[in-house]
């Protein structure tokens, strides 16, 4: 029998609505894309091209939110996700759909509750969805994650504002694979991490889903990072799939400008952003609507030289309250 995928996207369109003075944004054009059981699906497209959006609708996070008047919404197509129809979901189908959905904010490392341990910032999902686990198991369980994710010997201890960002954002992606998800959305868990394992985060994702025959959608700004673990990749600019498939695959016939772009960054002959203008690539002549330029040299801070930084979570109490308003939510 063949299963059935766990996120089935088609031709999906997404909006932001209008408000106040901002009128109507279509964020994602005709999307399409599939995320097999114990697949590792890559998704990649410069700064604006809609990746965290299709993340906060897909893992209904957006949904959740909904009653916000700048949550995006499905206007168009159908976006499957274990089974749900995320188009016009309703909130009781949303609480069963966030028990098989992991979800990594990109900025989930800068909203870890600001008072608790890594270690207690880790084993909470577990705690939140069932309070008699076992609290020693959790602390095991949360450990190892903490040290398959390469944070160093004593983190367990800290608090975030005594970790460098990339070291937080680890931290979330902990939280997000602790409760097993059977699909982890997971929007730039690299983000800030060091150039230096940056893949490696990336392989321990792919690793422990895969181990379980669960499945993740792994966004990235950074081809590369994903090259050694997604099984596929897909290619967002605008808002639409540019190039989908294997990554040598994609890079060795590309389709589109903007994936010509990532295979010549790849081969380190890429140009540089003020080449690109918003109407076209460069002096190729490429039309508009096809591409522009990208931000993504804005990430790549060097993690574990990082000062430690102030975390400023006060405004956002992540995970201590309802788990289903959780940034960095698991499976529960
Ligand atoms: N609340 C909002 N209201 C209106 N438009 C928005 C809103 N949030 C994002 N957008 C727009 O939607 C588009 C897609 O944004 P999105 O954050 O999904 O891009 P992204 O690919 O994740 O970018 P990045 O890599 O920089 O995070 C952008 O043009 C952005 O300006």
Do not use: C
Request: aromatic share 4%.
């Amino acid at each position: 029998m063949v299963e059935r995928n766990v996120l089935s996207a088609s031709d999906v369109t997404i909006e932001y609505p209008s408000h106040s003075v901002s009128p109507a944004f279509t964020a994602v054009k005709g999307f399409t894309l599939t995320v097999a059981p114990g697949e590792i699906v890559g998704l990649v497209g410069s700064s604006g091209s809609g990746k965290s959006t299709l993340a906060h609708v897909a893992s209904g996070q957006a949904a959740l939110r909904a009653s916000k008047e700048s949550s995006p919404r499905i206007i168009g197509g159908s976006l499957e996700v274990l089974g749900f129809e995320m188009r016009g979901i309703r909130r009781g189908k949303l609480g069963k759909l966030t028990l098989g959905v992991g979800y990594v904010a990109q900025d989930a490392g800068s909203k870890l509750t600001s008072n608790m341990t890594v270690a207690e910032l880790v084993a909470e999902p577990l705690l939140l969805r069932d309070k008699r686990y076992d609290r020693h198991e959790a602390g095991l369980k949360a450990a190892t994650l903490v040290d398959a994710l390469l944070l160093p010997v004593g983190s367990m201890m800290k608090l975030p504002h005594e970790l460098s960002s990339g070291q937080r954002q680890r931290v979330a992606v902990a939280r997000g694979l602790i409760l097993d998800p059977v699909l982890l959305i997971a929007d730039e868990p690299t983000a800030g991490v060091d150039v230096s394992v940056r893949s490696a985060v990336v392989d321990v994702i792919a690793g422990l889903q895969r181990a379980r025959g669960a499945s993740a959608l792994i966004i990235s700004h950074d081809l590369d990072t994903l090259r050694r673990s997604a099984d596929r990749v897909a290619v967002i600019h605008e808002g639409v799939v540019v190039g989908l498939g294997p990554i040598d695959d994609v890079l060795a016939d590309p389709r589109h400008p903007y994936v010509v772009r990532l295979a010549e960054e790849l081969n380190g002959d890429g140009l540089d952003d003020e080449e690109f203008d918003e109407d076209g690539f460069g002096e190729d002549g490429f039309g508009e609507d096809e591409f522009d330029g990208d931000d993504e040299a804005d990430d790549d801070a060097v993690e574990d030289a990082d000062e430690p930084e102030a975390a400023d979570a006060d405004d956002d109490p992540v995970g201590t309250l309802n788990p289903n308003d959780d940034e960095t939510r698991g499976a529960r």
